[in-house]
């Protein structure tokens, strides 16, 4: 069964500390991860990555993915109240369409 | 579109009612999904449109669950007899291929009383 792993599973940091974020994966056929942020509605799209080593970047964002030790990492630099949010990290696979979610982690930024 | 739609945003049901959700796509998006989000947890896939057809319905969690998408656009997401645990936020996802980023709607969230 495909497994998705996110940690921390919450964090608490004050304006203007930098993140990271930890996703694992186990699936078979790996073909993208996913990285969406949730506030209080829709999940909005992030990045996706496909190759490793490659960082992709937008704005105080950047993600990077590691094929070989089957993780990704999603950084925020700088870190403002309107970044506290659910951040989702969700894989992809060739065998099909869906996306096979993490529980999400938590990040509250205080002022 | 600017952006998937989805109605009602809220909907209460006594149970043992039925309940139909609605999912308007980005225009032009070929992909469709439907996934399931209990409170705490990340979204659960239950199925996926290609156009008209559903190619795949395994993450429908009973056979009280339907979806459909007879015209290849608009998809609405019924649920028969419910039960307090489909209490739950849906969400609908597009994408313009089915390996495309998925851009996802704000959700119908139900409670089941």
């Known amino acids: 069964e495909d497994k998705v792993v996110q940690s921390p599973l919450s964090l608490v940091v004050h304006e203007g500390d930098t993140v990271t974020l930890n996703c694992s994966y186990e699936v078979t056929n790996f073909r993208s991860l996913l990285w969406y942020k949730q506030e209080k509605k829709a999940p909005t799209f992030l990045f996706m990555l496909?190759?490793?080593?490659i960082e992709k970047k937008s704005g105080r964002l950047s993600s990077i993915l590691d094929k070989k030790e089957l993780f990704s990492i999603l950084n925020i630099t700088a870190t403002q109240t309107g970044d506290s949010a659910i951040y989702l990290c969700a894989v992809a696979v060739t065998s099909g369409s869906r996306l096979t979610f993490g529980e999400g982690t938590q990040l509250t930024v205080n002022p | 579109g600017a952006g998937v739609s989805q109605s009602p945003r809220y909907k209460v049901a006594k149970r043992g009612q039925d309940v139909a959700l609605r999912c308007d796509p980005i225009s032009g998006h070929v992909s469709l999904f439907w996934y399931q989000q209990a409170l705490g947890q990340g979204p659960e896939f239950l199925t996926y449109?290609?156009?008209?057809?559903?190619?795949?319905k395994s993450g429908l969690p009973s056979d009280r669950f339907f979806a459909e998408r007879p015209e290849g656009s608009v998809s609405t997401l019924k649920i028969q007899r419910t039960q307090q645990e489909d209490s739950a936020v849906y969400l609908c996802a597009s994408s313009v291929q089915a390996y495309n980023e998925q851009f996802f709607g704000p959700g119908t969230r139900l409670t089941v009383l």
């Open positions: 496909t190759s490793s080593g």
């Open positions: 449109f290609q156009n008209e057809a559903q190619l795949d």
